[in-house]
């Protein structure tokens, strides 16, 4: 259950004339009251003797207890309470309860038989509306100071107490969320967000790894924003705004929003306080081919790090890592192939919650995953296949990891919203995942079915020696012969594949993992830098024979989407 305070505002009678009326698109049905402060107001919805007038003027009279220069500029309170969608419908009465809990909570009537005079409107299944005026029956003003925090924490009693859905407790560092003139907007013009959520997005994409004012307003004006800058009288730049072309208010004026308003962290100096960090993590030295590959091979050693900072680092480093992984999350959006990039920006969304809690972040620490992420942002957008595409689902792998150690640090600090946003993008990082790694596990699993049974017998003989409370596991998942074709890899290169099972395994707990074979996959090759692609079964043959015969295309590999699953 959600409760949202609205702006103050001057005039009872029109406020009611919005709820009472058939609303913007005509989504307001049957508006009537279910409750009052004394039980009797007049309800001009069903009383057909009783018109908006007469219910605002109930309302108001209080105002004229006070001369006219001590009354409040605006003086009408107005909030919203709503169930969520899977909730089921509440009867008149159960919204009368929750309304009266509701303005006691806040304080605008508390109770004690002085109380400011307030209504609760019903014009939907799903929500009411209150309405009072802030000035109480003996001429006082009523003490509703925090009364957002105070209504979030009835509702949370609400929840309880009629067996709602219950909503993550927040600490107030969400990004403010549009207001319904904004959705409204969004609506009229058939489009999905309003500009003040996709403003948000452009900037964090703009944010991803840039080093500098210059650097990160050029890449605000590169993606189409309009932008301007706030200066001091010395001259220093103190602020920003951001607008969408063609997003004009009713004057034909564009509509600004500040970095603040867009979300706490995307305000300048919050911004600023991440680029503190060495010339070196600045640099971006990623070789002309095959750049995005090692940027993604990059970004997994990065996340490995990560994880152990946040499974034993100091809160404020790890506050740091977990708003860097932001950071990587936006530029590999950026950067996806199309058969990704859905499931990784709505992974880049959803974790956007999870980058801020109160815990101040100590940002000179996390410069390794801001450097993978501008080595991301620079190395341009990967292919699907070959190379690319498989450091892609390498990298994924280990951000599935990352973001899931992200959501245990929150739920352990009790950032109830921080953990739920987490888990989401977890969930759309494992989605990307499975297609990313489709393709390049079948084709190693390919290899794999051609080994004979001697290398066969040889390499699970190896994999119990290394990991005997793993082997079964792993022998009897779909991807062990992906990992055996890895194994044989590293053996036939002179390499040690006993101990690399074990540094693979060592580096963090695999009980969580769906399929532990894919995740030694990836491992070993990231540890024995091996290439993340295997070649085709043709293609390897033309390497073995050195056959100057032209390319022809291999078959298809046996579709795999079906078995890769994750942690």
């Known amino acids: 259950m959600i409760p949202s305070l609205h702006k103050q505002g001057r005039d009872t009678a029109r406020l009611l004339a919005y709820l009472y009326g058939p609303g913007r698109r005509e989504e307001h ?33 209080p105002l004229h207890l006070l001369p006219t220069d001590a009354r409040l500029a605006s003086h009408v309170w107005h909030a919203s309470v709503r169930a969520a969608p899977e909730d089921r419908t509440l009867t008149d009465a159960e919204w009368a309860d929750i309304a009266r809990r509701v303005v006691a909570a806040t304080g605008v009537d508390p109770g004690d038989g002085a109380g400011c005079r307030w209504a609760a409107v019903r014009h939907a299944d799903d929500h009411i509306h209150l309405v009072a005026t ?41 990004a403010k969320r549009p207001t319904p003139a904004e ?38 004006s590169e993606a189409g924003l309009r932008v301007r800058t706030r200066v001091a009288p010395s001259g220093d730049v103190i602020g920003y705004t951001v607008a969408q072309p ?3 208010n009713g004057k034909n004026e564009p509509v600004w929003y500040s970095g603040s308003k867009l979300a706490p962290d995307l305000s300048l100096p919050r911004i600023r306080a991440r680029w503190a960090a060495p010339e070196s993590t600045r640099r971006t030295d990623l070789p002309e081919t095959n750049a995005p590959a090692l940027a993604r091979r990059r970004t997994m050693t990065a996340a490995w790090e990560a994880l152990l900072v946040i ?26 192939a199309a058969h990704t990039r859905q499931e990784l920006r709505a992974a880049a969304t959803a974790y956007e919650r999870a980058s801020r809690s109160h815990i ?20 341009g957008p990967a292919f699907v296949r070959g190379e690319e595409g498989a450091a892609t689902a390498m990298a994924l792998d280990m951000l599935v990891f990352l973001v899931t150690a992200a959501a245990r640090w929150h739920a352990a600090k009790h950032h109830e919203q921080q953990a739920e946003a987490a888990h989401r ?36 003989a190896t994999l119990h020696d290394a990991l005997p409370e793993l082997a079964d596991r792993v022998l009897a998942e779909p991807g062990w012969p992906a990992l055996a074709a890895t194994l044989d890899k590293v053996r036939r290169g002179g390499g040690d594949p006993r101990a690399l099972l074990r540094r693979a395994a060592a ?56 078995r890769v699953r994750h942690h």
């Open 311 to 336: 499974d034993h680092g100091e809160d404020t480093i790890v506050s740091a890592h977990v708003a860097a992984t932001g950071e990587v999350l936006d530029a590999l959006a950026q950067t996806s």
């Open 29 to 61: 049905t049957d508006p009537h009251l279910v409750a009052s402060f004394d039980h009797q107001a007049p309800d001009p919805g069903r009383d057909p003797d009783t018109t908006r007038a007469d219910l605002a003027r109930l309302l108001d009279e």
């Open 183 to 220: 959705q409204h907007k969004a609506a009229r013009r058939n489009r999905d967000r309003t500009p003040r959520e996709e403003l948000r997005q452009a900037v964090r994409s703009a944010v991803a790894g840039a080093c500098s004012d210059a650097e990160f307003f050029r890449r605000l």
């Open 360 to 379: 101040r972040a100590a940002h000179g620490h996390s410069q390794a995953l801001r450097r993978a992420a501008r080595d991301l942002v620079h190395s």
């Open 507 to 562: 580096r963090r707990e695999l009980d969580s993992a769906e399929d532990v074979s894919d995740v030694l996959v990836w491992r070993i090759r990231q540890l024995a830098a091996l290439p993340a692609d295997a070649p085709s079964a043709a293609r390897a043959n033309r390497l073995v024979s050195k056959s100057s015969t032209p390319d022809r295309a291999a078959p298809a590999p046996a579709p795999m989407s079906s």
């Open 246 to 248: 063609g997003d004009r």
């Open 134 to 174: 802030l000035v109480r029956e003996d001429g006082r003003r009523p003490r509703h100071h925090l009364s957002a925090k105070r209504a979030q924490t009835e509702c949370r009693a609400i929840e309880k107490d009629y067996g709602l859905r219950r909503v993550k407790t927040g600490d107030g560092t969400a």
């Open 425 to 460: 993008a977890a969930e759309h990082l494992r989605a990307a995942y499975r297609t990313a790694a489709a393709a390049p596990l079948a084709r190693l699993h390919k290899h794999g079915t051609a080994l004979t049974p001697t290398q066969r017998r040889h390499h699970a």
